[in-house]
């Protein structure tokens, strides 16, 4: 297995959020310096993305058995592109391939954003299985 080293981005802010999306992208405006009178909270950004929108999944495998999204499917695309920002979706079903991008984005210094399987996460206990649910990278080990 190959040995990596490791790498940080310093002084990223993180605060609890209320959906992974706007949080993430909240953190990720405040870390660009990005705010209006201070650090962007979820419903500045949750409007800046511009997507309101309702999609809902129903399956009896969930308790409740509806899952609600609120916000527009490419909101962290949208969002960065409304504000002037470059974007760029990267995505392969290489790991080593996937895991080469990710370090090279926070060896440079810059904090990358990726799409995760939301029922393999350990600190969440759901049930749904999605694989878009948003995670800021900004150090490994």
């Known amino acids: 297995m190959p040995v990596y080293g490791s790498s940080a981005i310093d002084m990223y802010p993180h605060r609890m959020g209320g959906h992974c999306g706007s949080g ?29 929108s309702l999609t809902y999944v129903r399956s009896d495998a969930l308790t409740p058995p509806v899952y609600l999204v609120g916000r527009g499917p490419d909101f962290e695309v949208d969002l960065p592109r409304r504000l002037g920002g470059a ?6 079903d290489d790991p080593e391939h996937g895991w080469a ?3 090279e984005e926070i060896d440079c210094g810059r904090p990358a954003l ?13 049930q749904l299985r999605m694989s878009r649910h948003d995670i800021v990278i900004v150090g490994y080990d």
């Open 24 to 52: 993430a992208m909240r953190d990720l405006l405040e870390w660009n310096g990005l705010g209006y009178g201070g650090p962007p909270d979820e419903g500045l950004v949750f409007a800046l993305g511009g997507a309101l």
């Open 87 to 92: 974007v760029e979706v990267v995505s392969t």
């Open 101 to 103: 991008i990710l370090r």
């Open 114 to 126: 990726v799409w995760a399987e939301i029922a393999e996460l350990p600190y969440l206990r759901v």
